[in-house]
Every structure is written in structure tokens, then in C-alpha cells.
């Protein structure tokens, strides 16, 4: 990467001119993708990415600029004219370093990029064959594969010096089921921040097999009623809704500025005393788990919200300074192109103490969502709505027939205080998000959760 040599002399060009902080962040990627269609490899890139971006803080403002090159040369001028751009007196520091190391350590034990890409490939084969094999019915078959290994230095004017190795892998698989002109589709997907060894503890014909159940139950769904309803939410990626919903809000990006309708409810009731949730950038080898934030801080296990009392927010550097808080290892971006800012790690809605079947119980008319598809929300108001992918409707306390085309729709604070029931069947999922500062791997997950009511937009 950088010797810290020349990343001294980089931070110090930085404030040269202006400005009370600087950071660098040097980056080095590696990708591997693989799409396959109906058996038959669709795309196939192996390739290496990186460079360098520089941020300066003057204050509440700040600038960020960045180069593929890392030559001493460029750099110095790239932070000489960032500096410039900012108004202020010239820091002439003497930056003392100090390497950190990890609290929390992601191991390892078989790196994706020491495996052949036959060996991936076979992996796809298989999940493929167990997809359509699953039923007659079955029209088509994806199968996507992504490894990547992101090595990072993070430093700054404080003296702070991180290096950083993080490895993820995923695995999905989308099918497709037609009868005559109707078609539906199911996607499932596994990602860690694992190696290969990822492979050893999953089964991509589980996997394959999921989607096609998925499919090929929605062939026979019926359209899903609108209203009101109570909504009974499974786990995994159900927590997609409070990621949404609620996590969203909670980024200081958002809160500092006065864009979230949780600005200024610290200590505050916002969700029913069964909720508690957390944003946990610690959970070993998980999707979103980090051994530092972007910013070079160690990740937390951040208590958000305790009985349904607001407890904290996710928050980075620059916002910290603006909300008078501490930075809760929050930062995050999608790589040196980016400005980092405040983002969710692995964020989750607690264990309760009720049961899934009391809740089914407890229904006489109202929806199951088994899986939730794509969503999203408006910070400002909270708002969101949410596709079904896989939906059924409650009668008289038990699961009936599958339906379609329901849409969630409504407030994550309504939504909060209206959580009636929390299982205790608590299960991860993955997924990317997207924000301001890039798309990243963000972890979500919950137990089964019970609504005593949400607006679903359906056909009927």
C-alpha cells in the first residue's frame, strides 16, 4: 500500500493550505464475478481496482478528492489543492502514528482467490441442476457468484494508522417458474465475510432449491388483498424492514441535518417496549461486519433502540462534530471514490419472548410475509413501501393459501409502536445498500414479528 513515510507527508500537504484534519484512505481490490444462465456461463471478470481519496475537515465543512495513481507526486498536489479550496490557517503538525490493532478479528481460512475457477464454476453447476430439477414447471435458472478481497490503510492527522483485509463472499440463485403465459420468480442468496470455507458450512443445492420452491408456490398465488391488516413478518430478511424503515433514520447523514423524524428523540419511547435493535459491525465473519469503520475506528455493537426507547444513533467523524456526540464506528463507503459518511453494519431487531405459531394464533384475518423483496423510504418522513416476494394470507390462525402482488405500505414509526409480538427464532440475511456514500454489503436480520396492523397495497 503506502509507507508511512509518504502517508505522513500526504496529510501534512493536506492541511498545508487549510484545515484542522486530514484523513487518507488507500484501497486495494479484488473482484471476481460469475454469472451463469440455464447451465451456461453468461459473464466471467476477474479484476483490480484502487487508488487513493484525501478528506480535510476545516471545522463543519469539508472537502474530498481522490486519484487511481499513488505516486508521491500526485498525491501531494492532490492534497495541496484540496487544502486550497478550504479557508484557514496552515497546520504544520508532527504527526506520531500509532497502528492499532483490530478488537474483533473476521479470519480467513481459505481465501476465495486461492481457488480455481472451475472449482466456482462446478458450485454454480450443481446449484443450477438441484434449481431445475426442482419441478417441470421450472423455466429458468440464474446463478450469480461474487468473491472479493478489499485491502485498505486508513490514517489521519490524529495519528491514527489501521491496515485492514476484508473478504466477502455470495452466492445466489434466481428461478424462474412458467405455466403457459404466467411466470414468478424466487431469489435466494447466502453472503459472509468468509473465504471459501463458506462452502463447507452451506449447501448451494439448499439454496437452489429454496428459489424454485419460491417460484413455483407463487404460480399458484391469488392476488393479494388491500387494507389494513395485521402482518405477521418471518425472520431472516424480514429485518429489511426495519433496515429501511428505521435504520435509515438513524444514520447521523441524516439526523445531523434535522432529515430524519428521529432527530432529537434520544431517551424518547418510538417503537413498542418488546422492540429492541442494534447496529453490531463486530459479529465475526458476518456481511456487514468490519474489524475498523472507513474512518479507521473500531466497529461497535451499538445499542440503537432498548424496550422501545431510542438509545443512540450511527455516527461518523465529520457528523459527530456536528451533533456534539461520539462516532459509534459507523463509517462507511463503497470504495476510494467515495466521501465516507455514517451507515449501517449488521443491523437487527433482538430476540423476544413469544413464539411464531402463537403469533399465527393470535390472527384471524391478516398476511404472512415470508420473504420481502426490494424497498425503500423517505428519511424525512419515514415513509416507505415494500414488495412481497413470497406472501400468504392468515385465516382464523392459520396459514392459508399464497397471494401476490402485496405491497407494505406506511411509517417506520407507526410501524415500531404497532409491533405487538417478537419471536424468539432470531436469523440473519444479507443484502446491498444504497446510499450517498455508494452501495455496500449491509447485514440485516430479526426474529418473526407480529404488526397489529399495515396498509397492503394488492390487486384486490
Not at 507527508?9 to 464475478?33: C, H, K, P, Q
Not at 403457459?180 to 468468509?194: L, W
Not at 463507503?333 to 413464539?355: C, D, H, Q, V, W
Not at 391478516?366 to 419515514?382: C, D, E, F, Q, R
Request: proline share 2%; with cysteine; glycine share 10%.
Amino acid at each position: 500500500m503506502l509507507d508511512q513515510r509518504l502517508v505522513h507527508d500526504v496529510l501534512t500537504a493536506a492541511l498545508s493550505f487549510g484545515g484542522d484534519f486530514a484523513e487518507i484512505f488507500v484501497e486495494d481490490r479484488l473482484d471476481n464475478t460469475i454469472g451463469m444462465i440455464e447451465g451456461k456461463i453468461e459473464r466471467s471478470l476477474t479484476g483490480r481496482t484502487g487508488g487513493v481519496g484525501i478528506r480535510i475537515f476545516n471545522g463543519f465543512n469539508s472537502v474530498y478528492t481522490y486519484s487511481h495513481k499513488k505516486d508521491r507526486d500526485t498525491l501531494i498536489k492532490l492534497a495541496q489543492n484540496a487544502s486550497k479550496s478550504l479557508k484557514g490557517v496552515a497546520q504544520n503538525l508532527n504527526i506520531d502514528f500509532v497502528i492499532e490493532n483490530p478488537s474483533v478479528v473476521h479470519p480467513v481460512m481459505i481465501s476465495p482467490q486461492d481457488i480455481e475457477k472451475s472449482v466456482k464454476i462446478e458450485l454454480m453447476r450443481k446449484a443450477h441442476e438441484s434449481a431445475s430439477s426442482y419441478s417441470n414447471l421450472i423455466h429458468q435458472v440464474r446463478v450469480n457468484y461474487l468473491d472479493y478481497t478489499q485491502n485498505v490503510l486508513i490514517a489521519n492527522s490524529n495519528g491514527k494508522f489501521v491496515q485492514d483485509s476484508r473478504t466477502r463472499t455470495r452466492f445466489i440463485v434466481n428461478s424462474v417458474a412458467k405455466r403457459d403465459e404466467k411466470m414468478e420468480h424466487g431469489m435466494i442468496g447466502k453472503g459472509s465475510g468468509k473465504g471459501f470455507e463458506l462452502y463447507d458450512e452451506i449447501s448451494v443445492e439448499d439454496i437452489a432449491n429454496e428459489a424454485s420452491r419460491v417460484a413455483v408456490t407463487m404460480l399458484d398465488a391469488k392476488s393479494a388483498p388491500s387494507g389494513k391488516f395485521p402482518v405477521v413478518l418471518d425472520n431472516k430478511f424480514g429485518g429489511v424492514i426495519f433496515h429501511e424503515a428505521c435504520g435509515h433514520g438513524l444514520e447521523a447523514t441524516s439526523v445531523a441535518k434535522g432529515n430524519s423524524v428521529y432527530a432529537g428523540k434520544l431517551g424518547e419511547q418510538i417503537a413498542s417496549t418488546v422492540v429492541s435493535a442494534v447496529d453490531d459491525g463486530t459479529v465475526q465473519n458476518e456481511w456487514g461486519s468490519l474489524s475498523f469503520d472507513d474512518e479507521g475506528n473500531k466497529t461497535t455493537k451499538n445499542l440503537l433502540i432498548e424496550n422501545g426507547i431510542l438509545k443512540n444513533y450511527m455516527v461518523d467523524e465529520l457528523n459527530a462534530r456536528r451533533m456534539n456526540m461520539p462516532a459509534t464506528g459507523s463509517c462507511r463507503r463503497e470504495s476510494y471514490k467515495f466521501a465516507p459518511t455514517s451507515r449501517m453494519t449488521n443491523t437487527y431487531i433482538l430476540n423476544g419472548n413469544s413464539k411464531f405459531e402463537d403469533m399465527i394464533s393470535s390472527i384471524d384475518y391478516g398476511i404472512y410475509a415470508k420473504y420481502l423483496g426490494g424497498g425503500s423510504v423517505n428519511t424525512a418522513t419515514g415513509e416507505f413501501n415494500f414488495a412481497v416476494q413470497e406472501a400468504y394470507l392468515v385465516k382464523n390462525g392459520k396459514i392459508e393459501e399464497p397471494i401476490k402482488g402485496a405491497t407494505l405500505i406506511g411509517t417506520g414509526l407507526d410501524v415500531l409502536k404497532k409491533i405487538e409480538m417478537v419471536s424468539d427464532n432470531f436469523d440473519s440475511g444479507e443484502g446491498m445498500c444504497g446510499s450517498v456514500s455508494g452501495s455496500i454489503p449491509a447485514g440485516l436480520g430479526q426474529p418473526a414479528l407480529k404488526v397489529s396492523e399495515i396498509t397492503v397495497g394488492g390487486k384486490e
